[in-house]
């Protein structure tokens, strides 16, 4: 069992149940799933970005990367419908959790002039959102061997909650967020 998985059973439920009053276990807000996406705008002047970028999130994430493809036209963007835009994979479980490890503890670190993340990057719904730059942050990835910088998206969905008792939560994870 990962750190943050026993971590979250043995201390982060009570704690909780203590501040927010719930009167069941069951109704702790809980991570449900992960969801790190690449958008790969270029992928239309090149078409081994995508390529490049799958092999990115394959090896941040440990897991088979899904191509995302535009639903609609653009002709702004030269964007046709069904052509390729992006990556992204859904972490759940077992692999949610050692990755949550890894960003809380190795790679927000590893960020440049870091001062803490937003608090005001939930949806309404207790989710929560945030966005890397490039993907060298990460420690899996060789910077010598990567072929176009990319940008990510990193989305943690969290069940039975609302965006305070998120943050909470998010903080008994440990999630470096900027003081108020």
Do not use: C
């Amino acid at each position: 069992m990962s750190r943050l998985l026993e971590k979250y059973k043995a201390e982060i439920v009570s704690k909780m149940m203590e501040t927010f009053g719930y009167g069941n276990r069951h109704a702790v807000p809980r991570l449900d799933k992960i969801v790190v996406n690449m958008g790969v705008g270029r992928a239309t002047e090149n078409s081994k970005r995508i390529g490049a970028a799958m092999k990115d999130l394959a090896t941040i994430t440990g897991q088979k990367p899904v191509v995302t493809k535009a639903r609609h036209a653009v002709s702004g963007f030269r964007i046709r419908e069904g052509v390729p835009i992006g990556v992204k994979v859904t972490l759940r479980q077992k692999r949610m959790y050692e990755f949550l490890d890894r960003l809380i503890s190795i790679t927000i670190p590893r960020i440049r002039d870091f001062r803490g993340l937003p608090t005001n990057s939930f949806d309404g719904h207790g989710n929560y959102s945030l966005g890397l730059s490039d993907q060298f942050v990460f420690p899996e990835i060789n910077v010598d061997k990567v072929e176009f910088p990319q940008g990510m998206d990193i989305t943690l969905v969290i069940e039975n909650s609302t965006d305070d008792r998120s943050l909470e939560l998010l903080r008994f994870f440990g999630m470096p967020f900027r003081r108020r």
